[in-house]
Nanobody, 126 residues
């Protein structure tokens, strides 16, 4: 049974940092893309960042580029999102997800992933 579990969310002041973790279990690392999405109240879900399994290349949304860093530890079956210089507009529920069919990144990052975690809340106070 596939499972993705996020952790590391919380409340932080503007300008602060958080590191989110996504632990995967129940399957081998056979995904094509693993990534982070977020959804703020009243807004559509937004693709934040992802890693392509084959070559480790990364993608970042323009809104987080230069502030967020995605990484993975295959030995621990865990993906991370280091978030620095957090802003009020980063407040959202953050989800990790995997894509197993090999869709193009731009298409997949519109939300077309296959397996999802339950989400972790990040709140940035100004």
């Amino acid at each position: 049974q596939l499972q993705l579990v996020e952790s590391g969310g919380g409340v932080v002041q503007s300008g602060g940092s958080l590191r989110l973790s996504c632990a995967t279990s129940g399957f081998t690392l056979d995904y094509k893309i693993i990534g982070w999405f977020r959804q703020a109240p009243g807004k559509e879900r937004e693709g934040v960042s992802c890693i392509v399994s084959a070559d480790g290349s990364t993608y970042y949304a323009a809104s987080v580029k230069g502030r967020f860093t995605i990484s993975r530890d295959n030995a621990k079956n865990t993906m991370y999102l280091e978030m620095n210089d957090l802003k009020a507009e980063d407040t959202a529920v953050y989800y990790c997800a995997t894509e197993v069919h090999g869709k193009p990144i731009i298409a997949a990052m519109r939300g077309d992933f296959d397996y999802w975690g339950q989400g972790t809340q990040v709140t940035v106070s100004s």
